[in-house]
C-alpha cells in the first residue's frame, strides 16, 4: 500500500466520496480554463450554490426513497403544483386575510412564514397519500409516482388554468437567494465557524464515545487530519462567497429595505452564503442524522437490505413506508418555495423533468437503484457534478440539445464507474 | 415430562392459503429444556406451522398457550413479547447492515436524546459474538460480506441476546460446514441446558435425529404424530415421514 493509501485508511475516509469530490475538481478546472477562467470565482460559485440547492433539497429524500427500494417520480410535477399552490397562497389568500377590512395587506412580514407551512402541509398530506397507496395498497410506486407525475403537473395547471403568478411577497423571494437572500459578511462567518465547532465536537464525541468501551480508535493524527480537512473546507467555501460583492445599485436597495444607514463612501456589500444555500446545508445534517442515528434510518436502510428481515423484526413496513413519501412530499415543497423565490415567480412548468435529476443526483451520488445503499451527502455531491457540468457548458456555449446528451451520457458512465469499484473492493 | 407445565402449546392449528390448507388441525407442544425436531418433506407444512407461533403467519383458527396461557399472537412483535425467538432458514438478516445493526433490529438501544446509541450496541454484539464465536471480528462490515458461519452468529446472538425462553430454529444447519455444525450443536445442548424449549426444523431427518427428545413429523399439511426419540429408530421415522404412518407400539409412549 502507499502511503497515500495507509493514511486515508487510517483515516477511514469513505473512498468512493473522495472519488466523486475529485471528479468535481476536474471538472471545475476543466471548465476553469475552457472559459479562460471564469468558472472557479466567487461569482460563479456562488450562482452554482444557489443553482444546485432546490435539487439536492429533493435529493436528499430521494435517497431514503431509493434506499427503501421504491422511487418517485413526481417530484417534478408535485414541485410545481406546490410553486403554484404557494404562489396562490401568498399573493391572493394570505393578504386579503390579513388586509382585514383594509384591502390586502401585501408584504406583510407573516405571508411568507405562512406561505411556506401551508405548502409544506400540502406536499406532506400528498407525500401521506402517496405513501399510503404504495404501503398500504401495494400499488408498485414507480405506478402511483407516476400517475402523480401527470396528476401534479396537471393540478399546478388548473390552480390559476395556467397564468403565471408574479411578482411574489417580498419576504418570500429571500428564500431563493441573490442580493436580498443572502447572509453577508458576519451571519456567513458566523455560520461557517459554528460549523466547524460542530465538526469538532462531533469528532471529539464519537471519540469520547468509543473510548468509553475500550474500541480500537482511529489514530489521535487522523482525527485531527479529518477536522483540519473538513474545517478548512467550510472556510474555503464560507471565505468564497463572503468575496464576492454585490453590485452598488443592489446593495443600495439591501441598505433601504434593511433600514441600515449608508456610510459616506457608498453603500458596500457582499453577498456570503445565500439562504437557500443555508436551508440546504440544515436540511443535510438533519436527514443524515435522521438516516444514520435514528430508528427510522435504521428500519429504512433494513427495509431495502431485506424487507423480508425487516419485516420479521417487527417492523412496520407500510407505515415506514408512507411516512418516507411524507418526507419527500415536505422537502419538495421546500424545494418549490427556493425554486419559486428564485425566478420571484410560480409558473406551472417550474420543475419539469427535475424528477429525473434528482434521481440522477442520488444515483450519481452512490445510491444504489437496487436499494439498501446511499448517502445523503452523495446525493449533495452528485447534484452539484450534475449542475457544475451544466452551468459550465452553458457557459461555454455548448447548446441545450448537446447538454442533455452529456448529462445523460455523464450518468450511465457514473454508475458504471460505481459498479465497477464497487465490484473491486467487495470480494 | 416431570409433570411441568409445557412451555408451548398449540392446538389444532388451521392455516389455509387460497384454497391450499397448509396446515390442517395440528396440535404440538414443548417443555422446558427440551429440543422437539419438527420434521417432514419440503411443502409438508412444518414451516408454516412455526411461522404462526413466530408471528410471520396468522391461523385461521386454533390456540396457542405459551406457559398455560392463551397467547394472542398476531405479528413479531407479539412473539417476542412471549420471549419466542426464530431463526430462520434465511437467516432474516439486513445484509447491507452490520452485526451489530442486525442484533438490534427492531429493538436497537437508544440513548437518553432519542438517537441510536451505537457504541452501546456495538459493545453488547463483541460481548454475544465472542461467546458465540471467538473468530468473529468483522463488527463494522456489512454482514454480506461475512461467512455462512458468521452469518448464522449473527442470527443465534440475536435469539440469545434477548433471552428466548421458546426458541425456533428452520434449518440451521443445512447451509454451514462441519465444524460450524458442530458449534451449532454444542449452542443447542448448552441452551437446553439453560432450561429453554427448542423447536428444530428440518427436512433431514440426521440434522435432528441425535439433537430432539422428541420428533413431531407433519406430512401434506397434517400431523403424523409424535414419538420420543430414544423408542425408535431412524427408519422408523423414515417411513412415518415417507408413508405418513406411525410405527406400531411408538403412538401410545408419544405423550408420555
Known sequence: ?427 | MNGADPLVEMRDIHVAFGGVQAVDGVSIDLYPGEVVGLLGHNGAGKSTLIKVLSGAYQSRSGEIYVQGRKAEIHNPRDARKYNIETIYQTLALADNLDAAANLFLGREIRQRNGLLDEVRMEAEARKILKRLNPNFTKFHQPVASLSGGQRQAVAIARAVYFEARILIMDEPTAALGVEETRMVADLIQQLKREGIGIFLISHDIHDVFDLADRLTVMKNGKLVGTVRTQNVTQDEVLGMIILGKMPEGAAQKADA
Open chain 1, 1 to 427: 500500500m502507499t502511503v497515500v493509501g495507509r493514511t486515508l485508511k487510517a483515516m477511514e475516509v469513505d473512498t468512493r466520496i473522495l472519488g466523486m469530490v475529485g471528479a468535481l475538481l476536474v471538472i471545475w478546472i476543466a471548465f476553469h480554463i475552457w472559459t479562460g477562467g471564469l468558472f472557479i470565482t466567487p461569482r460563479n460559485l456562488f450562482n452554482l450554490s444557489v443553482q444546485t440547492a432546490s435539487v439536492a433539497v429533493m435529493a436528499c429524500g430521494m435517497v431514503l426513497i431509493i434506499v427503501a427500494r421504491h422511487i418517485d417520480l413526481s417530484v417534478g410535477s408535485l414541485l410545481g403544483f406546490l410553486a403554484m399552490f404557494m404562489g396562490v397562497v401568498q399573493t391572493e389568500w394570505l393578504p386579503h386575510l390579513f388586509g382585514g377590512g383594509d384591502g390586502p395587506a401585501f408584504g406583510h412580514a407573516w405571508i411568507w412564514v405562512v406561505t411556506l407551512a401551508a405548502g409544506v402541509a400540502m406536499g406532506a398530506l400528498i407525500g401521506a397519500l402517496q405513501g399510503y397507496i404504495i404501503g398500504f395498497l401495494a400499488v408498485p410506486a414507480f405506478i402511483v409516482t407516476l400517475g402523480g407525475l401527470l396528476v401534479w403537473r396537471g393540478a399546478a395547471w388548473w390552480i390559476t388554468t395556467g397564468q403565471t403568478i408574479s411578482p411574489l411577497d417580498a419576504n418570500f423571494r429571500w428564500l431563493g437567494g441573490g442580493a436580498e437572500g443572502s447572509l453577508y459578511f458576519w451571519p456567513s462567518w458566523i455560520v461557517g465557524i459554528l460549523t466547524c465547532v460542530a465538526i469538532c465536537f462531533s469528532i471529539w464525541w464519537a471519540r469520547r464515545e468509543r473510548r468509553r468501551f475500550d474500541f480500537p480508535q482511529k489514530p489521535l493524527w487522523a482525527e485531527y487530519a479529518i477536522a483540519a480537512t473538513l474545517s478548512a473546507l467550510v472556510i474555503a467555501f464560507v471565505a468564497t462567497m463572503t468575496s464576492y460583492q454585490v453590485p452598488s445599485r443592489a446593495a443600495e436597495r439591501v441598505y433601504a429595505l434593511r433600514g441600515w444607514e449608508v456610510p459616506e463612501d457608498g453603500a458596500h456589500l457582499v453577498f456570503g452564503i445565500a439562504i437557500p444555500v443555508l436551508i440546504l446545508g440544515i436540511i443535510a445534517v438533519f436527514m443524515t442524522i435522521l438516516a444514520r442515528r435514528t430508528r427510522f434510518g435504521r428500519y429504512v436502510f433494513a427495509m431495502g437490505g431485506n424487507p423480508d428481515a425487516a419485516q420479521l423484526a417487527g417492523i412496520n413496513t407500510k407505515r415506514m413506508t408512507l411516512w418516507i413519501f411524507v418526507i419527500m412530499g415536505v422537502l419538495c415543497a421546500i424545494s418549490a418555495a427556493i425554486a419559486s423565490a428564485r425566478l420571484a415567480s410560480a409558473d406551472n412548468a417550474v420543475g419539469t423533468l427535475d424528477e429525473l435529476r434528482v434521481i440522477a443526483a442520488a444515483v450519481i451520488g452512490g445510491t444504489s437503484l437496487s436499494g439498501g445503499r446511499g448517502t445523503i451527502f452523495g446525493a449533495i455531491l452528485g447534484a452539484l457534478v450534475m449542475q457544475s457540468l451544466q452551468s459550465g457548458m452553458a457557459m461555454v456555449g455548448v447548446d441545450a440539445p448537446m447538454q442533455n446528451i452529456v448529462i445523460g451520457i455523464v450518468l450511465v458512465l457514473a454508475v458504471y464507474v460505481d459498479q465497477l469499484y464497487r465490484r473491486r473492493t467487495e470480494d
